[in-house]
Nanobody, 125 residues
Framework: QVQLVDSGGGLVQAGGSLRLSCAASGLPFSTYTMAWFRQAPGKEREFVAA????????YYADSVKGRFTISRDNAKNTVNLQMNSLKFEDTAIYYC??????????????????WGQGTPVTVSS
């Protein structure tokens, strides 16, 4: 049984930092692209960042480039999202996801097969 467990969310002031973690089990982790999506109240779930299964490529939404960094540890089956210079508009529930997306569809949520339960991030202005 595949399980993704998200953690690390919380309340932080604008300009601050948070580090999200996702622990995966029940799947051949190193062969999966791991990603983070987020969903703000009243909005669609949107892509944040992804790290290819090959470990060669990372992808970021324009809104987080230069502020967020995704990393993965295939030995520990974990993926992290370091979030710096947080803004009020980063407030959302953040979800870890695992899938094998086509390279040009890494941002498309339907390309991901497994999802974490979500961890909330609240940025106060």
């Amino acid at each position: 049984q595949v399980q993704l467990v998200d953690s690390g969310g919380g309340l932080v002031q604008a300009g601050g930092s948070l580090r999200l973690s996702c622990a995966a089990s029940g799947l051949p982790f190193s062969t999966y692209t791991m990603a983070w999506f987020r969903q703000a109240p009243g909005k669609e779930r949107e892509f944040v960042a992804a790290f290819s299964g090959s470990g060669e490529r990372t992808y970021y939404a324009d809104s987080v480039k230069g502020r967020f960094t995704i990393s993965r540890d295939n030995a520990k089956n974990t993926v992290n999202l370091q979030m710096n210079s947080l803004k009020f508009e980063d407030t959302a529930i953040y979800y870890c996801a695992a899938g094998r997306p086509l390279v040009f569809l890494f941002y498309f949520r339907r390309q991901y097969d497994y999802w974490g339960q979500g961890t909330p991030v609240t940025v106060s202005s």
